[in-house]
């Protein structure tokens, strides 16, 4: 069992770091752990604005910081992950490694109001390139996709809120203590064997695909439109899609879905894992 991740996410300016350091010092100083901060901040090099608002090298910043986590995970301490980490399909990531690893995670949420936050922002004793400016930090907040303690990958789920204190013990006990969480519950289908994993996944996801297009195309061949949630075989989730769809996108997404099992050694029932992949990258692009 290798040390934990835990995950900040907040709007911009909304406490991760005050709140990471708060951690990293309990879990330090009170419960005698190893303590890794990987900081987003360390990437910008006075260019947090200009990077944030260019979507090329944003994308670049958050694989860095991805991957200097995943680095971090094979050693034996707790690797708090101080970054904006606001996109739902990128939290589901960093679930599939820490599941690969395996290890545990925690999601943190600093849950202060934009205007909270904002006002944070100004006041800060930063030098003024280190703050966000109005137009950037909006772009953020507008983007930011809430966690939701009920998403496996935000789950286990602390939230602070403004003037409230982060339950730091909480999240020690959620770390060391607590069992490792149970698989989903939701399905009853039979256990898959190592063996036939992949074929059933090529299958499952398959069906799934299928049964998306057909909900879609009765009106329009090709495009998957109007559709708010799709009911599908292998899984009692339902797919939520909000915007248009190719059949072609689909596949492209069932493709990486099985790119991606086969690389973590990801394990689960394959119909849930298939729907709440597609979900989290529905809702990211
Ligand atoms: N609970 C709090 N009460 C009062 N001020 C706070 C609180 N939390 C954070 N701040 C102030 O808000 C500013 C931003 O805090 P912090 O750097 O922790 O946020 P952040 O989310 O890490 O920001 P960034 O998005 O830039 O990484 C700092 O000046 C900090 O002192």
Redesign the pocket.
Same mark, same amino acid.
């Given at each position: 069992f290798k040390m934990p991740l835990v995950v900040?996410c907040? %709007?911009?300016?909304?406490? *991760?770091? #005050?709140? #990471? *350091?708060k951690l990293a010092e309990y879990l330090e100083k009170e419960q005698g752990k190893q303590v890794h901060v990987v900081k /987003? /901040?360390e990437q910008f090099r006075g260019e *947090?604005n200009d990077i944030l608002d260019d979507s090329r090298k944003e994308k670049e910043l958050r694989a860095k910081v991805k991957s200097e986590s995943q680095r971090l995970l094979t050693k034996d301490n707790v690797v708090i992950m !101080?970054?904006?980490n606001y996109i739902k399909g990128y939290r589901y990531e960093l679930f599939c490694i820490s599941k690969a690893v395996p290890t545990r995670q925690v999601t943190v949420h600093?849950d202060?109001s934009e205007a909270q936050?904002w006002e944070?922002?100004i006041? #800060? !004793?930063?030098p003024d390139n /280190?703050k %966000?400016t109005r137009e950037v930090f909006e772009h953020l907040v507008q983007r930011f996709e809430t966690p939701d303690p009920q998403n496996r990958w935000d789950s286990p789920f602390f939230s602070v809120l403004?003037?409230e204190e982060l339950d730091l013990q909480g999240i020690n006990t959620s770390l060391f203590f607590n069992k490792t969480p149970k698989k989903n519950m939701s399905t009853q289908s039979n256990p898959v064997t190592e063996s036939n994993y992949l074929g059933t996944m090529e299958k499952v996801t398959s069906e799934i695909i299928q049964k998306i297009i057909a909900a879609g195309t009765e009106r329009d061949s090709g495009t998957v439109d109007d559709i708010q949630e799709v009911e599908v075989p292998y899984s009692k989730l339902t797919v939520h899609v909000e915007d248009s769809l190719t059949v072609s996108q689909l596949n492209k997404l069932k493709r990486q879905f099985i790119t991606m099992c086969k690389t973590s050694s990801l394990k689960g029932e394959p119909g849930d894992m298939f729907v709440q992949y597609l979900n989290s990258q529905l809702s990211s692009a």
């Open positions: 900040m907040g %709007y911009p300016s909304s406490g *991760k770091s #005050t709140w #990471t *350091k /987003e /901040e *947090k !101080d970054a904006l600093c202060v936050a944070w922002n006041n #800060t !004793d930063r /280190e %966000y403004s003037g």
